[in-house]
């Protein structure tokens, strides 16, 4: 496990950045007048102490990993929880089922909850028609029927990460919203419960990547990747993100750059590594050609521009949506795109040998991903063919569901 060292938190960093064809560097100077963020776990227990909710402790065995200011952040291997996402599970299932894969090969205990609620962020971000008390509501009866099963919750998507732990902000701070909440909750027959820790699966990811390196079966290392950190990841409350002071001096998110290092592929930077995927909410309801536009010329061409990478991977379910999706359009006005687009879970997946339609699901995804699977040594066809005839057998009812044992 990296530390924060001393060294390691000087304002001035120089990183190596992997272009085409040569090797340059950036000097990146945090904002001097940037203050560290209030601990909001202490507060979280202080208010415990106080008989104002549960605190459900994070599990052991349990990684610890450095946040931005240095705060020692703990994630749980495994009773985990896990609160899905409905942009994942509706039109990117591969996404999911590789989170749970990965548990399962990792042999990891973990539990799939049937009465999770969607954490309607969606809702709050695009549409600004719910309201406060109402949203945190949600947050918290999920979070009670977490704790009611005993496992911890662990979070798939990147705008209920944010937007819970804006959530728990809230619920800290605002004694008079804390109590209509508990109200709310306790009229539901429900604890009032506030995990010890908002943790994200890609942070999941991170603390096994030794685990994932080490049952890697496909040679990556002519593999170039882009990595697009979410938003709704590292932006919102930025201090519970996972910085790395090995990964771009501690400048920028730690979690897929680390755990693509780890799998053996290379990590090539660009330009516009900060900027949205063109998501944004309201762009993706009520503006999509900006969304669009924005996905494929900021972000898209840029990346086929300046490093040319055999695969684009992020963390969250709009990213993943946008940046893939968005592609055909640009395509159809003869634009510099055609990269395929996934998570780094449906990525550390097939590296370990996953079914690349059984398992990550690729078939779901827009852009044309063969030529990655064939450069990693993947017979897309061969796969293609197996899961038509499970298909077969499906709809003629001898088989009644996809088997999670699927590797090729």
Same mark, same amino acid.
């Given at each position: ?10 304002? %001035? ?8 064809? =040569?090797?340059?560097? !950036? ?58 996402? /409905?942009?994942? /599970? ?18 990891? %205990? ?64 605002? #004694?008079?919203?804390?109590?209509? =909440? $508990? ?34 079966? #496909? ?15 590292? !932006? ?7 910085? %790395? ?21 290379? =990590? ?7 900027? /949205? ?61 055609? =990269? ?14 996953? #079914? ?18 064939? !450069? ?5 066809? $061969? ?26």
């Amino acid at each position: 496990m990296a530390t924060l060292t001393p060294e390691s938190t000087k304002n %001035d960093r120089t990183v190596p950045v992997r272009g085409t064809s =040569v090797e340059t560097t !950036k000097t990146f100077r945090p904002d001097p007048e940037e203050a560290p963020e209030e601990d909001l776990r202490e507060a979280v227990l202080q208010l415990e102490r106080e008989g104002e909710w549960i605190v459900q402790r994070v599990p052991e065995p349990y990684y610890e990993a450095p946040t931005k200011y240095g705060r020692m952040k703990k994630i749980p291997y495994e009773r985990t929880w896990h609160h899905k996402s /409905c942009g994942q /599970c509706g039109h990117i299932p591969g996404y999911s089922t590789s989170i749970f894969w990965l548990n399962r090969v990792l042999g990891y %205990d973990y539990f799939d909850p049937r009465d999770q609620t969607s954490c309607t962020a969606w809702n709050y971000y695009a549409s600004a028609t719910s309201n406060q008390a109402a949203q945190a509501a949600v947050a918290m009866r999920n979070f009670a029927a977490a704790y009611e099963t005993g496992y911890f919750p662990l979070i798939h998507c990147g705008t209920s990460f944010g937007h819970y732990k804006e959530v728990r902000h809230e619920l800290v701070h605002d #004694h008079a919203l804390r109590r209509q =909440v $508990r109200s709310i909750i306790e009229r539901l027959g429900r604890p009032f419960v506030m995990p010890e820790e908002i943790v994200h699966y890609s942070e999941w990811m991170y603390a096994v990547r030794d685990q994932l390196q080490a049952r890697v079966v #496909h040679d990556l290392s002519s593999i170039v990747s882009t990595v697009h950190p979410a938003c709704h990841y590292y !932006k919102l409350q930025s201090g519970d993100a996972i910085y %790395d002071p090995e990964i771009y001096g501690g400048q920028r998110t730690a979690v897929v750059t680390g755990v693509v290092q780890a799998l053996g592929a290379q =990590v090539a930077d660009y330009s516009t590594w900060y900027d /949205c995927c063109g998501f944004g909410f309201r762009h993706i309801l009520v503006q999509r050609d900006f969304t669009r536009s924005f996905a494929t010329l900021r972000k898209i061409e840029v990346m086929k521009e300046e490093a040319n990478p055999d695969v684009v991977l992020t963390h969250d379910t709009g990213c993943v949506t946008s940046l893939d999706k968005s592609q055909f359009a640009a395509q159809a006005h003869g634009r510099n795109v055609g =990269v395929p687009v996934m998570s780094e879970s449906q990525f550390a997946a097939l590296a370990m040998g996953a #079914h690349p339609f059984r398992v990550t699901q690729l078939h779901w995804h827009s852009t044309d991903y063969r030529p990655l699977l064939a !450069k990693m040594g993947i017979d897309a066809e $061969r796969a293609w063919a197996e899961f038509q005839e499970d298909v077969k057998q499906i709809e003629a009812g001898t088989m009644d569901y996809l088997t999670w044992e699927a590797v090729l």
